[in-house]
Structure formats: structure tokens, C-alpha cells
């Protein structure tokens, strides 16, 4: 079954700074990576996702990239902001079937006002 | 915005107890999920429903699990006999149907889930 890396587990940035955060997979049938925000006690809320025919994906100051031959995929958030404190979640899902989501191991974000 | 919505936000229960865990998916959605989420930890897939039936499940969703879909509008995950070990917070999950230009609708929608504590 598909495996999900994520790294690193957390992460301080200084407010107005960059935060990157890097996932791997291992199915290839996976083609669907979706990235969730979690705030503590609340559900997991997608923030953007990426299909595997696409390289890049931006919205506003948050951005994804993939990397379908050595199945790497990422998130950028620029300009960074204390609101953007949370733990984020990358995920891939197989296109089309019943799609179960496989989520990464989480990366807990603390950005520092 | 509709939303997928679940009851009740929290549980305790004793060990050995039926539980039965409720959520409401978006109305026009087709695709049912329960994750489960223990404390600190990732999301883990649990099961996947459609057409009124299991389509796909994980090695988590044994024997002491089922699911239903009593009405057209709730979807239900009981655990019959509660181990300590199930105390984790569960999300349900719900897509819509068909294509979004061209390409099927794979968004999953998380309900604010249910927090089981077995005691």
C-alpha cells in the first residue's frame, strides 16, 4: 500500500519568513496530493492540492510542487503569519476508484511573532 | 458552505461497550469515509463507503467495526465491543460524484469528528 513520508516533524519560522515542507510517496498509482491544516482539535481542512499532470500549483502565499519521477512533492508558504500556526498534513490518493487518502506523518508549524 | 457534520464531538465509554458514532455528509456527495486520528498522531484511513456498500477498508476496521448508512442522510461507524486502544479522535469524510473539468472530484470534506474516550 501507499506510504507517505513527511519531514520535518516541526518547524519554527520567524514571522514574514518562508516555511517548506517535504513529502515523499511510494505508489505510484497515486496521482492526487491534497495538503490539510490542522488546528488543534479541529478537522483537517484542505488548503490546496496538486494533480500528478501538473508540476506546480500556487494560491496567494501558499504553493505545492511535484515531482512524479522521484515522487517528491512540497508545500511553500511565503509570508509567513502567526495565524498560519498549525500542523499540516501532506496526503496521496489514487485518482478516480474510492480514493482512500494516505496522510503523511504531520509537520507542526510554529511561526514566531 | 455546507459541511459535513458529526455527533457527538465527544464520548467516554467503558471498555467493552458498543459505541455507535453518527455523521451527516454533505447532501449531494456519494463517497463515505471514517479516518481515525489517535492523539499526536496521523489521520489513518479506516474505510470507504459507496453504493451502500464497503468498498474498500484498512486492517485498522476488524470484525468489532461496522459501518451503515440507515437513511439517506446519516452514516454510521459502530465499534461493537470498545478496546482502550480505540480512544482516538474519528473523522468522517464525504466527495461528491462525477468531474470537475474533465477530472474526477477527489476533495475529501472532513466532518469536526468525535472524540472516543474507552475507559
Known amino acids: 500500500g501507499e506510504n507517505v513520508e513527511q519531514h520535518p516533524s516541526t518547524l519554527s519560522v520567524q514571522e514574514g519568513d518562508s516555511a517548506v515542507i517535504k513529502c515523499t510517496y511510494s505508489?505510484?498509482?497515486?496521482?492526487?496530493f491534497p495538503w490539510y491544516k490542522q488546528e488543534l482539535g479541529k478537522r483537517p481542512q484542505l488548503i490546496i492540492d496538486?494533480?500528478?499532470?501538473?508540476g506546480e500549483k500556487k494560491d496567494q502565499r501558499i504553493a505545492v510542487t511535484l515531482n512524479k519521477t522521484a515522487k517528491h512533492f512540497s508545500l511553500h508558504i511565503t509570508e509567513t503569519q502567526p495565524e498560519d500556526s498549525a500542523v499540516y498534513f501532506c496526503?496521496?490518493?489514487?485518482?478516480?476508484?474510492?480514493?482512500?487518502?494516505?496522510f503523511g506523518t504531520g509537520t507542526k508549524l510554529q511561526v514566531i511573532p | 458552505e455546507p459541511e459535513v457534520t458529526q455527533t457527538p464531538s465527544h464520548q467516554v465509554t467503558q471498555m467493552g461497550q458498543e459505541v455507535i458514532l453518527r455523521c451527516v455528509p454533505i447532501?449531494?456527495?456519494?463517497?463515505f469515509y471514517w479516518y481515525r486520528q489517535i492523539l499526536g498522531q496521523k489521520v489513518e484511513f479506516l474505510v470507504s463507503?459507496?453504493?451502500?456498500?464497503?468498498?474498500?477498508k484498512s486492517e485498522i476496521f476488524d470484525d468489532q467495526f461496522s459501518v451503515e448508512r440507515p437513511d439517506g442522510s446519516n452514516f454510521t461507524l459502530k465499534i461493537r465491543s470498545t478496546k482502550l486502544e480505540d480512544s482516538a479522535m474519528y473523522f468522517c469524510?464525504?466527495?461528491?460524484?462525477?468531474?470537475?473539468?474533465?477530472?474526477?472530484?477527489?476533495?475529501?470534506?472532513f466532518g469536526p469528528g468525535t472524540r472516543l474516550l474507552v475507559l
Open positions: 469524510a464525504s466527495r461528491r460524484p462525477g468531474l470537475a473539468g474533465g477530472l474526477p472530484r477527489e476533495t475529501q470534506y
Open positions: 505508489d505510484s498509482a497515486s496521482n492526487y
Open positions: 496538486i494533480r500528478s499532470n501538473v
Open positions: 496526503a496521496a490518493s489514487p485518482s478516480g476508484g474510492y480514493q482512500k487518502v494516505t
Open positions: 447532501s449531494n456527495h456519494l463517497y
Open positions: 463507503f459507496y453504493n451502500n456498500e464497503i468498498s474498500e
